[in-house]
């Protein structure tokens, strides 16, 4: 979750910057998607 806070930070520190925007978000989706897919397993939702 770190790399989630300074790709935040990072997005607002550069908020004119569209296509950094874009990319820092897509990077933070990707983190999220990992987090509910980690999430899942050690809920037993999933299997490895």
């Known amino acids: 979750m ?3 806070e300074i ?3 990072l ?8 296509y ?3 990319y820092t978000q ?3 989706d990707a ?3 990992q987090a509910e897919y980690i999430r899942g397993i050690l809920e ?3 299997k490895k």
């Open 44 to 46: 037993g939702r999933w």
């Open 2 to 4: 770190q790399k989630r």
């Open 20 to 22: 950094f925007c874009k």
């Open 7 to 9: 790709y935040e930070r």
């Open 31 to 33: 983190l999220d998607e």
């Open 11 to 18: 997005q607002t520190e550069h908020s004119g910057d569209e």
């Open 26 to 28: 897509h990077e933070m």
